[in-house]
């Protein structure tokens, strides 16, 4: 079996039809493109703790991702969501079904995959202030209208 390697323009070129190319940008909108997915697949095999593996599997889904990058800025959401489900779909039968650890293209965005903590997860912060005086205004009970006394 050939060493693969990352797809490149001239990958994503001979896989989409030369004047539906053109439409979509071209080759200056397919190097972003490419770039783009293949940063989308380093990033999901790093959640794994691995490093990319070049396979017929990986460069398709990179591929598919890239076209998805291409459809997307043209705006065309519904086909640029099945190419984006397409590309999930094969990397799902890689890795297995938990692969992205969540439904969502945002690394932390929902499941347990990891990353950054959003809103509905993270704690609300604390104030030191409400740890010390045990007020939630710091001043122990005491407010600008109560009496100290």
Do not use: C
Request: aromatic share 8%.
């Amino acid at each position: 079996m050939p060493d693969l390697t990352a797809p490149t323009e001239a990958d994503l070129a001979a896989a989409v039809p030369a004047k539906r190319y053109a439409q979509l940008g071209g080759a200056v909108a397919g190097a972003l493109a490419v770039k783009r997915a293949v940063r989308w697949l380093e990033a999901r095999f790093l959640r794994h703790g691995a490093e990319v593996e070049w396979t017929d599997i990986t460069v398709e889904a990179t591929l598919k991702r890239a076209e998805y990058e291409l459809w997307a800025r043209s705006e065309r959401d519904d086909v640029a969501r099945d190419k984006r489900d397409d590309a999930n779909d094969l990397l799902e039968g890689f890795f297995g079904p938990d692969y992205d650890g969540g439904a969502t293209d945002r690394p932390g965005a929902s499941g347990t995959g990891g990353g950054i903590p959003t809103a509905a997860t993270a704690p609300p912060p604390r104030s030191p202030l409400l740890d010390r005086y045990g007020a939630a205004n710091g001043l122990g009970g005491l407010s600008r209208f109560s009496d100290p006394t």
